[in-house]
């Protein structure tokens, strides 16, 4: 089965994974596959310096200010959790989300909220963007109504304005709760040389698995000014983006992806891409 794989997938392709936590995990995919795994960290998970926003957040919810918490992400609803644990106890929490309705924007918020104990009174259906959680919201508006209700946002990284201001424009006033950001790694050394491999055409097949990665991978080109260099080789290579929002922020950076996975799991962006990356090369090169 392993070199059934090998034949008819990646067949000695070279590929690059931005991936960071599942760096090793995602290269012995790769291999599987057949492709020459080329790995370059891009993120690494940094604490806010203060968690003043989390604390004020978290106050505000005891005191009855809030109708509605939206969960984006199940890292971030655990690490919400930990800082209200520094001056709250996690029972305390826990009830005061009960008096609430909560949100999860995909599986992974929800089975952070399940471990809890508390109740969600709606779960966003995959690709789980900004757009399926308000549409969602739009068609429980009897159930689940923004109009004058304060609606809190728990927050991953960069801040989502498009998310806020389609909450804002149905009526809600919106507090944005950050608990975490990204920051490039420490060692910037594979991703530079990630960049220079893109601008000088030693790359096939490119796999993107959030939306960060393609900020960081553009940042980092943009500062060895191979950004425009990057943008036209990327035309002759295969681009696989995990999802929806990942697909948006790649169009935005000038990039255009080929192809998004059945499924928005890193298993299914692989396995398809060895499928589908002969046809899209040989296209897109002829």
Known sequence: MAEEKKRTGFAGLR??????RRAVEMAKLISNYGGEPIVAPSMREVPLESNQEALAFA????????????FLTGVGA???TRVVETVYSREQF???????????RGPKPRAALKELGVPVALAVPEPNTWRDLLRSLDEMKDSLPLAGRCVAVQEY?????????????RGAQVTRVPVYQWALPEDTGPLRNAVENLA???IDVILFTTSVQVVHLMQMAEDMKLADAVRRRAALMAIGSIGPMT???LRAQGLRPDFEPSHPKMGFLVKEAAERCAGILTQKRN
Do not use: Y
């Open 15 to 20: 590929v690059l994974t931005l991936e960071s």
């Open 200 to 202: 000088g055409g030693q």
């Open 157 to 169: 990284g960069a801040s989502n304005p498009e998310l806020l201001h389609g909450l804002e424009s």
């Open 94 to 104: 826990v009830e005061g989300l009960k008096k609430v309705q909560v949100i999860a």
């Open 78 to 80: 655990r690490a919400l």
């Open 59 to 70: 106050s505000a919810l005891f005191q009855g200010r809030f109708d509605l918490v939206i």
């Open 247 to 249: 697909s948006e922020e």
